[in-house]
């Protein structure tokens, strides 16, 4: 995971595969150096953060029961034991609301990843709460793959899903539940397993899709590219990397 900091500082965090999942570096840009930081309590991987509004970092740790968080503190360059999640966060995108309250959508293994179940961190009691049910599945059943989710400049988050679902919440702007909604499938059958997706200056956000997993096919090819408009509730599709329409 990562995260820009105060002072332009970016935090970097674990990672899934390799050496370093139990590693965390700082880049400083003055004096362009990386500075590790303390070893977090446990290992780093598949694990989602996000910058609170006081600059410390809340830290998803995913390593034994997958609920587990730590806060790191930049003024100290230590880690405190973070609140407990109420669901599993393995693979999960987070979104950071107007409000400072922090969204995602529950993981159960087992249970086919068919799990809507969705909660929040709130700051000001340093808690997870349970939030209201996504309205369409965003796991996929096989590798428990999703895509991301992003704030839209109308203050709602959009969440993309593995099996080529995607859905619009809509905050309350306190620990009340928000609102869901069904957002467009993308286009011609295809999803978005563990994949990457970044928002444009205009709002519009660029995605890497792919065909939607199967049993035997977890992260299928080819790769295709398109743009959502959060205006027109559409996906269109634009040019791959070096030309074409897909990547291998």
């Not at 700082?26 to 309590?41: A, Q, S």
């Not at 034991?81 to 969204?103: H, N, R």
């Not at 999703?146 to 109308?154: E, K, T």
Request: aromatic share 12%; with cysteine.
């Amino acid at each position: 995971s990562a995260q820009r900091m105060n002072a332009c500082r970016l935090y970097v965090a674990g990672g899934e595969y390799g050496g370093c999942r139990h590693k965390v570096e700082v880049y400083i840009p003055l004096t362009d150096t990386w500075t590790l930081t303390p070893d977090p309590p446990v290992v780093v991987y598949d694990a989602n953060s996000e910058i609170l509004e006081d600059g410390r970092v809340l830290q998803a740790m995913v390593y034994g029961t997958g609920k587990n968080t730590v806060i790191y503190d930049p003024s100290t360059n230590t880690y405190a034991t973070g609140p407990s999640s109420l669901d599993y966060f393995d693979e999960s995108a987070w979104v950071k609301l107007p409000d400072g309250s922090i969204l995602y959508v529950d993981v159960t293994f087992g249970a086919g990843g068919d799990d809507k179940s969705t909660e929040r961190y709130i700051p000001a009691t340093n808690t997870w709460i349970a939030d209201a049910n996504a309205p369409v599945s965003l796991y996929d059943p096989y590798g428990y793959e999703s895509g991301g989710a992003f704030l839209l400049p109308d203050g709602r988050a959009f969440f993309i899903g593995a099996l080529g679902h995607t859905a619009y919440y809509t905050p309350s702007g306190s620990t009340s539940n928000g609102t869901w909604a069904t957002g467009p499938d993308i286009p011609s059958a295809q999803g978005t397993p563990d994949a990457a997706g970044a928002m444009l200056v205009n709002g519009k956000i660029l995605c890497a899709v792919s065909p939607i997993p199967t049993s035997g096919n977890h992260l299928p090819s080819p790769t295709a590219f398109y743009e959502f408009d959060y205006l027109t509730n559409t996906f269109t599709q634009v040019g791959a990397p070096g030309g074409g329409t897909t990547n291998a």
